[in-house]
């Protein structure tokens, strides 16, 4: 089995909905996501996965998040990690069914991962 990683960077701001402690109030992140697709196969090119294809997709869906105000983008839904790992993961999942992970970092040490 072989598997493929691809990785964005976007900024953003937040707060977390009924959270009691500092991230409740609003803030920001320099957001990492990566995203994993899996096959079992090479093709002739020996390449199980093209990368441009996921980068092409989570590309998208990184544009749609970078300088928001999260809260917004998620219309009342608490954007935690992972919240939006699952998005992230949902989204891309529509066009390669092959994915097997989404992992978000809010920080270079700590991060949430969506997995099926």
């Known amino acids: ?56 997709e989570l590309n998208q869906i990184v544009d749609d998040l970078d300088h928001k105000d999260l809260n917004v983008v998620f219309n009342g839904e608490s954007p935690s ?3 939006i790992a699952r998005y992230v993961y949902k989204r891309i999942q529509k066009n390669v069914p092959e994915i097997t992970k989404a992992v978000v970092f809010e920080t270079p040490t700590q991060s949430a991962c969506y997995f099926e």
Do not use: I, W
């Open 81 to 83: 990690a992972e919240y």
């Open 1 to 56: 089995m072989f598997e493929v990683m691809v990785e964005k960077h976007f900024a953003a701001a937040h707060h977390l909905l009924n959270y009691r402690g500092k991230c409740e109030n609003p803030h920001g992140h320099n957001y990492v996501v990566q995203v994993f697709a899996r096959k079992g196969t090479l093709d002739k090119a020996n390449v199980a996965f093209d990368f441009t294809v996921l980068k092409a």
